[in-house]
């Protein structure tokens, strides 16, 4: 009878432990697979967002967006907070691979900085820049693995991207200066100004800012060898009041994205261009042209994707009306499908 009674006892010991080990095996097997999901969900439409949608659009964004009714048209989301902590400026956006980087400045002239977040919108880390300069844009070079970003006087630095992910503080790997013949800066007539930049297939696009005269791109091929060399390739004409450039393509046409936009009151638009190596001239050419809220900075594009960074919510301009504090994500083919608007 004690025989028996121990026998029970093991056998039900014996389904316990095989039911446990079922049950982690699944258990495992759903976690594989989610770290799949997101690995396999990268490149051209970033993880964060598959997760972000538009019945989850912060409640204050919402509300200005219903005076941009063909830009809330196209958005699918706006959950990604823009940084503006101890009086950051938010300037520039860029997409590296499972993560989204901020570029700013502050008004006290202290170094500038990155925010880098991760692809679940969440701080991942902090960088301080090796220049206080307006760092109006940023650029991830995917074949040379390079984060590009101007500073002062019309000279260009290049970064180990790596870094940004594993240091507080970063340096230059290039410097290029000598590239800025033309650009000149609308504050200094005597000075040359890299307003915004982007870096499309081996080409750096590099471009000034006025007020009320068009302003001035220059492009450049990205020679890598055993150091890294520009070659100039040629310049064009975009409208006054450009604050960022980018590129797409759709059905093998080129397209060109620019961000416009002029003081806290006055709306922004982005412009749609059909990109043509020959054109030296851009201005009056849109095929699209899209109202967005105050003070759209850059616009960067993913896939079929855009990214709208604003700098309206830093607390320098605390009497800017329509402040957008997250990054609106929008669909490149809703803008290509937009009419155009003057």
């Known amino acids: 009878m004690k025989r028996n009674r121990v026998i029970i006892i093991i056998i039900v010991l014996l389904l316990v432990i095989i039911l446990g ?12 697979l989610k770290v799949i999901e997101r690995k396999t969900i990268t490149g051209t439409i970033p993880y964060f967002d598959k997760i972000y949608s538009k019945f989850n659009i912060d409640k204050t964004v919402n509300n200005i967006l219903k005076n941009y009714a063909d830009l809330n048209n196209i958005l699918i989301g706006a959950n990604v907070k823009i940084p503006n902590e101890n009086g950051f400026i938010p300037q520039g956006i860029t997409l590296m691979n499972d993560y989204i980087l901020f570029t700013g400045y502050y008004e006290d002239n202290q170094n500038s900085r990155c925010y880098v977040y991760d692809d679940l919108g969440n701080l991942f880390n902090v960088v301080t820049l090796d220049t206080a300069s307006h760092v109006g844009a940023i650029s991830y070079d995917k074949a040379n693995d390079l984060i590009w970003i101007p500073d002062n006087h019309g000279t260009l630095n290049a970064y180990d991207s790596k870094e940004f992910l594993t240091k507080k503080e970063v340096s230059y790997k290039y410097h290029f200066d000598n590239i800025s013949d033309g650009l000149t800066d609308y504050q200094d007539s005597n000075d040359y100004l890299i307003a915004y930049l982007y870096i499309d297939d081996n080409y750096l696009y590099i471009g000034n800012f006025f007020v009320d005269e068009n302003s001035l791109v220059k492009k450049y091929e990205i020679i890598a060898s055993d150091h890294l060399e520009l070659k100039y390739i040629n310049s064009f004409y975009v409208p006054k009041r450009t604050q960022g450039l980018s590129f797409m393509e ?12 002029y003081r806290r009151r006055n709306p922004s638009y982005i412009y ?14 849109e095929i699209v042209k899209l109202k967005t809220p ?9 896939g079929k994707l855009m990214y709208l960074v604003f700098e309206s919510n830093a607390k320098r301009y605390w009497d800017c009306p329509e402040k957008i504090g997250y990054v609106l994500t929008g669909n490149l083919n809703g803008l290509l499908n937009y009419r155009k608007d003057g």
């Open 294 to 302: 105050p003070m759209l900075e850059q616009v960067w594009v993913e």
């Open 21 to 32: 080990c079922f049950l982690n095996s699944k258990i495992n097997k759903k976690q594989y």
């Open 272 to 285: 749609l261009y059909t990109y043509d190596e020959n054109l030296n001239d851009y201005v009056d050419k």
């Open 250 to 261: 759709k059905n093998g046409i080129k397209y060109m994205l620019l961000s416009n936009s």
